[in-house]
């Protein structure tokens, strides 16, 4: 049997690709001229920003399309973006500026974890000038360096917060102004509270903080920076599944040692209370913020308070040596079992398990036995004197 072996050669020209854009690196988009270095830098750290949207060149997308590539699917996506920025706007100022006294003056910050409104004078911050646009971007980076760390220390993922919904937000709103007229009008309508002092949370499912600048007891950046931790982590640890907030049904110590641990860490100091302002100065403060050395110095003494005559109050009945050792008492705690039996803790309390049984599930041991153990802890570990004193 012959066999005829036929071979067809089929010749295909390779398709010919389009010669790459020199301009664009064939991205189909180039660099808005109106933002560059570290405000470029600035911009691209966040998701949107009220001020790069003024921009009339690119709209706040930091970029435009390539004139030299003209491609269709570009200028497509660079119009639903733009739209999807505008919508923003509308609703940030149907939500706050439009009540504010001047509207203009109110900006606007969304970043991975926050949404963020701004009326705050710009500041020196570490010696170097600010001003309000740059300032609000720093603390949209300083809230996410809060969180970071929250979640670092506790050991924490997003799955450890709520799923957004009708009831509840895994993100952070803050309103921070400038002005008490805009505190008082925009709180209650923000956080459904009534208009009171200059410091307004809603805590649990949905996370809100309004606060207004009070130059008496905000001296200078860093207690606004203090004020904005505490705070942050008031609400972290609120929105934390499952979502309830331990203030005010008698684990006060628990939430507020953890807001000054975290604040602590900014410079030494706290500075941030959560009492009633009416039977408080403001700047009213506890050893002039320094804890570690205040309560060193009690230990010394043996007047260190007993830790069963507080562990059941709420925050706002804990007076401002009670917050020192509530820093302690946690600061303690993070130091000899982990922050991870810290988390589990918390998990149990919001579950409603009374402290005593859920001290006793997560550490090995209950309220009674803290006293001695966390008296020699501080003795050993807390300085006499702050340093370069």
């Not at 706040?60 to 030299?68: R, S």
């Not at 929250?150 to 924490?156: A, E, I, P, R, Y």
């Not at 499912?205 to 203090?226: E, F, L, N, S």
């Not at 599944?241 to 706290?270: K, N, Q, Y």
């Amino acid at each position: 049997m012959r066999f005829l072996a036929v071979v067809i050669v089929v010749s295909f020209a390779a398709a010919q690709e389009p010669p790459a854009c020199r301009k664009c690196e064939s991205t189909g988009v180039q660099p808005c001229k109106d933002h560059k270095g570290d405000a470029m830098a600035l911009e691209k750290a966040v998701v949107r920003c009220s001020v790069a949207a003024a921009c009339k060149r690119c709209l706040g997308l930091l970029v435009v399309d390539c004139p030299a590539c003209a491609r269709d699917d570009i200028v497509e996506d660079l119009a639903d973006r733009s739209f999807a920025m505008s919508r923003w706007l509308e609703q940030r100022h149907e939500a706050v500026g439009r009540f504010c006294a001047e509207p203009a003056s109110i900006r606007y910050l969304e970043t991975a974890h926050a949404d963020l409104s701004w009326s705050l004078d710009g500041a020196i911050v570490d010696k170097k000038k600010l001003d309000a646009h740059q300032r609000m971007h720093l603390y949209g980076e300083r809230v996410e360096a809060t969180r970071r760390r929250f979640c670092d220390v506790l050991g924490l993922t997003d799955a450890d917060f709520p799923v957004a919904s009708d009831d509840a937000s895994p993100r952070l709103a803050l309103h921070m102004f400038g002005a008490m007229r805009d505190m008082r009008e925009l709180s209650p309508r923000l956080t459904g509270i009534g208009a009171m002092g200059t410091n307004i949370k809603l805590t649990g499912g949905i996370p809100v903080w309004c606060m207004v600048a009070d130059d008496r007891a905000m001296k200078d950046d860093v207690d606004v920076h203090r004020s904005v931790v505490h705070n942050v982590v008031h609400l972290l640890l609120s929105n934390m599944l499952p979502a309830r907030e331990l203030g005010p049904t008698g684990e006060g110590w628990v939430d507020e040692g953890l807001a000054h641990w975290f604040e602590i860490a900014i410079d030494g100091r706290c500075s941030a209370y959560c009492v009633e302002e009416a039977v408080m100065l403001p700047g009213t403060n506890w050893h002039n913020g320094a804890y570690r050395t205040g309560i060193r110095q009690l230990a010394d003494a043996g007047k260190l308070r007993r830790f069963v005559e507080s562990y059941t109050k709420n925050s706002d009945e804990l007076d401002l040596e009670e917050n020192a050792h509530a820093f302690a008492w946690v600061d303690w705690l993070i130091a000899t079992q982990g922050g991870a039996k810290l988390a589990d803790f918390v998990r149990r309390l919001k579950r409603k398990e009374p402290q005593r049984d859920a001290m006793q599930a997560s550490f090995g041991f209950g309220p009674l036995a803290i006293d001695e153990r966390f008296a020699a802890w501080v003795v050993a570990t807390y300085p006499k004197q702050e340093p370069g004193r």
